[in-house]
């Protein structure tokens, strides 16, 4: 899973945060509130995120309606996955990560441990 592009990430945003479909027209319209950009730019991008698998896109009378074919919490768990793939040594990356979060954070991921169930945890694994 590769990282987002900016105005991929900004696309992506937008329909995370609305939480259900939209035109190319509603994101542009809402991204120029911040900066001027064309409608085929961002039409362009919200095609490239549909050829990627990142959007799903449905036809409304003549335009397209877009949405995220999977959570934002879900695709920053794949940036994850694959950041730790680049690691020859997990175990180590993971405690660094770790030792680089939060309290709260820490917490959050010990209680998301707690939750597994034993059949999700390899052979000798314990939470």
């Known amino acids: 899973m590769r990282r987002l592009g900016e105005l991929e990430a900004e696309i992506m945003d937008r329909l995370w945060t609305w939480g259900r479909p939209a035109t190319v027209r509603e994101v542009v319209d809402d991204l120029n509130r911040q900066r001027p ?14 050829r990627k698998g990142l959007l799903r896109r449905e036809k409304e009378r003549r335009a397209w309606l877009y949405e995220p074919t999977r959570s934002r919490e879900s695709y920053t768990a794949a940036l994850m996955q694959d950041a730790l793939g680049v690691s020859a040594n997990r175990s180590s990356a993971l405690a660094h990560f ?12 010990r209680q998301a441990l707690r939750s597994l169930t034993p059949g999700d945890l390899t052979p000798g694994e314990q939470v």
């Open 37 to 50: 950009l064309a409608y085929t730019t961002v039409m362009t991008v919200a095609d490239i995120l549909y």
């Open 98 to 109: 770790v030792e680089g979060i939060t309290p709260d954070e820490q917490e959050a991921l």
